[in-house]
């Protein structure tokens, strides 16, 4: 009866879009709840998302509200669909692919380092913003049909544009020679003490030149135009994200704050690296945008760089080769002695370089290494002034860390 009075009214094209929607609507609302608030209870609003104490288990979305001395609310069942087919999409914000071009959330799928405490698994994650805010829900399917639902995105994160691109600093000290500029469109910033900051406030996430998530933290926050902040008494490359620090940040990068509005993304270990299509849905109603393809879950499992490299040429003519290794979990401790290996081994990969090729690669157990004076003739045909080297740890998840390279003069 549906398809023949749609298709009475309306080309087959559009009827066709329109019967989908109904039958995708109908998969989203599969039960109803009712129930009453006092008239005093004004938080809550259509769109939000609720559990009901002692009643049916589940998530449910407000879809209206009438107020009559009490509140009356009436609230669907909230299932993320599946089955439908959508074309690909890249980029960041959604074009008018969807059911309606009214939802055109800013998504953006991160895939961070180890920046706080947490299962190593719960570092990809998404943020998404739209005006008006409804809440988002996140699905993902390895193909362009069968999508799960993955999280509810609840609270519109704070997304921000890079007025001006942002150099390479200094990593380990508060940089207050440069400064990050930002368009924000929603919320505010705050400035924060030095030790507020050293404890994990203010951390932000900006895309770099590479692609890669940068970490930073910033003490100052000052509005110096209508939604556009001028961030200052920067903490650059944290979390490992030195290579991202190195890189820079170019003008119109995303800058996401890392609050509670940034949500895991809940990727087994069998997705790590696994690239899937997303899609954002608006929750209470049949708006989507996407897909966005992502791969996620590696950063947070790749080794750190080691630091603190050095060399010296002993009187025997060989090179004594030396470093330190950096931690993802549970490296921050001043108490212990040395931090905990990150991986059930140690082991670091070890190249000599001669204008950027390799010449030679060895690998090793310890954090040093001595490179035999024949091993240099034999490599560069006489001993050398200057001696370029590549280090990093390795893993099991990810074989090959994060480079380190130096230059010695010896």
């Known amino acids: 009866m549906i398809k023949q009075d749609l298709s009475a009214a309306m080309p087959e094209e559009t009827a066709l879009a329109a019967a989908e929607a109904l039958l995708r609507d109908n998969r989203v609302s599969r039960r109803t709840v009712r129930f009453s608030l006092s008239p005093g209870a004004l938080e809550l609003q259509p769109g939000d998302a609720v559990t009901i104490a002692d009643g049916p288990a589940g998530r449910f979305i407000v879809s ?15 299932a993320v669909s599946g089955g439908a087919a959508w074309p690909q999409r890249t980029s960041e914000q959604n074009g008018g692919n969807g059911a309606s071009n009214l939802f055109a959330p800013v998504v953006h799928l991160l895939d961070l380092s180890c920046f706080e405490d947490g299962d190593v698994g719960s570092f990809a994650r998404g943020a998404a913003f739209a005006a008006p805010w409804k809440t988002i829900a996140l699905s993902s399917s ?6 799960r639902g993955r999280v509810l995105l609840e609270r519109p994160a704070r997304i921000g544009t890079t007025v001006a691109a942002l150099d390479p600093g200094v990593r380990g000290r508060f940089d207050w020679s440069q400064e ?12 924060a003490p030095a030790v507020a900051v050293l404890n994990g406030a203010n951390l932000t996430a900006a895309r770099s030149a590479g692609g890669i998530w940068e970490v930073l933290s910033f003490q100052r926050a000052e509005e110096i135009e209508s939604r556009r902040w001028r961030l200052t008494g920067l903490l650059r490359g944290l979390a490992g994200t030195d290579d991202a620090m190195r890189a820079g940040i170019p003008a ?13 993304l809940g ?14 849905e608006a929750a209470g109603s049949t708006e989507m945008a996407g897909p966005y393809l992502f791969e996620g879950g590696m950063r947070a499992r790749t080794p750190l760089a080691p630091v603190h490299l050095r060399g010296l040429r002993s009187n025997a003519g060989d090179t004594s080769l030396s470093w330190a290794r950096c931690g993802r979990n549970d490296a921050d401790s001043w108490i212990g002695t040395d931090i905990p290996l990150d991986e059930p081994f140690e082991r670091y990969r070890v190249e000599i370089l001669a204008g950027g090729d390799v010449v030679r690669s060895v690998e090793t157990q310890e954090a040093s290494w001595t490179y035999p004076l024949a091993d240099e003739i034999a490599d560069f045909g006489a001993p050398q002034a200057t001696l370029t080297v590549r280090i990093r740890q ?9 480079a380190a390279t130096a230059t010695f003069s010896l």
Do not use: C, H
């Open 64 to 78: 209206s509200i009438e107020d009559e001395g009490q509140r009356r609310i009436e609230a669907r069942e909230f």
């Open 142 to 147: 390895a193909t362009t049909e069968g999508y």
């Open 180 to 191: 990050l500029l930002i368009d924000l469109p929603f919320g505010e910033l705050a400035s």
């Open 252 to 264: 119109g990068s995303p800058v996401v704050v890392l609050d509670e509005a940034v949500k895991p």
């Open 267 to 280: 990727l087994g270990g069998g997705e790590v690296g696994l690239r899937l299509n997303w899609i954002a």
């Open 394 to 402: 390795m893993g099991t998840s990810i074989p090959l860390g994060i």
